[in-house]
T-cell receptor, first 108, second 113 residues
Framework: QKEVEQDPGPLSVPEGAIVSLNCTYS??????FMWYRQYSRKGPELLMY????GNKEDGRFTAQVDKSSKYISLFIRDSQPSDSATYLC????????FGAGTRLFVKA | KAGVTQTPRYLIKTRGQQVTLSCSPI?????VSWYQQTPGQGLQFLFE???????NKGNFPGRFSGRQFSNSRSEMNVSTLELGDSALYLC????????????FGPGTRLTVL
């Protein structure tokens, strides 16, 4: 079992939809949780970073962490074609473990 | 502040050759990590260097090695290349502050023929 599990997709949605991306992790010692966005031919860029359970909002993006169920989510409101990318969840303590990434396509 | 830079951006090699990739971290960052990214395996951790010392290592064979210089720049070397080494190699820079996180470079796309 991988320490961070993520459905690779692809996930295709129409413009304006609410997107929900999810990951689970297995190590209860993990202390921080992150979402990265990676466009084609680019390195991952950090979107959201949190230590605690609960929600963290940044513009159209909301990261949600439930430590009791070891579940990480990223919600994208009013999705745009420019949101089309691969989204990687990551978690860790002393070192960071990444999910496989979910490919998202937002159709105009 | 300049971001993480990696050179070269693209590389084509043949089996059996060796390759050296370079990474310059964000100014002031002392930690550099290397990752291999492939469609099948996702992002896999290779190793981390901090102040010229390897601090963490992933599960890769000894053909993969690295080093870090006193100016925090890092190099990664892969010897006796195999077809399966074709991947995007990403470098990530980290300040070391617990409230901070890693920042990735654009990667080096290695193709082994």
């Amino acid at each position: 079992q991988k320490e961070v599990e993520q459905d690779p997709g692809p996930l295709s949605v129409p413009e304006g939809a609410i997107v929900s991306l999810n990951c689970t992790y297995s190590n209860s010692a993990f202390q921080y949780f992150m979402w990265y966005r990676q466009y084609s031919r680019k390195g991952p860029e950090l979107l959201m970073y949190t230590y605690s359970s609960g929600n963290k909002e940044d513009g159209r993006f909301t990261a949600q962490v439930d430590k009791s169920s070891k579940y990480i989510s990223l919600f994208i409101r009013d999705s745009q074609p420019s949101d089309s990318a691969t989204y990687l969840c990551a978690s860790g303590g002393f070192k960071t473990i990444f999910g496989a990434g979910t490919r998202l396509f937002v159709k105009a | 502040k300049a971001g993480v830079t990696q050179t070269p951006r693209y590389l084509i090699k043949t089996r059996g050759q060796q390759v050296t990739l370079s990474c310059s971290p964000i100014s002031g960052h002392r930690s550099v990590s290397w990752y291999q990214q492939t469609p099948g395996q996702g992002l896999q951790f290779l190793f981390e260097y901090f102040s010229e010392t390897q601090r963490n290592k992933g599960n890769f064979p000894g053909r993969f090695s690295g080093r870090q210089f006193s100016n925090s720049r890092s190099e990664m070397n892969v010897s006796t290349l195999e077809l399966g080494d074709s991947a995007l190699y990403l470098c990530a820079s980290y300040s070391g502050r617990t409230t901070d996180t890693q920042y990735f470079g654009p990667g080096t796309r290695l193709t082994v023929l």
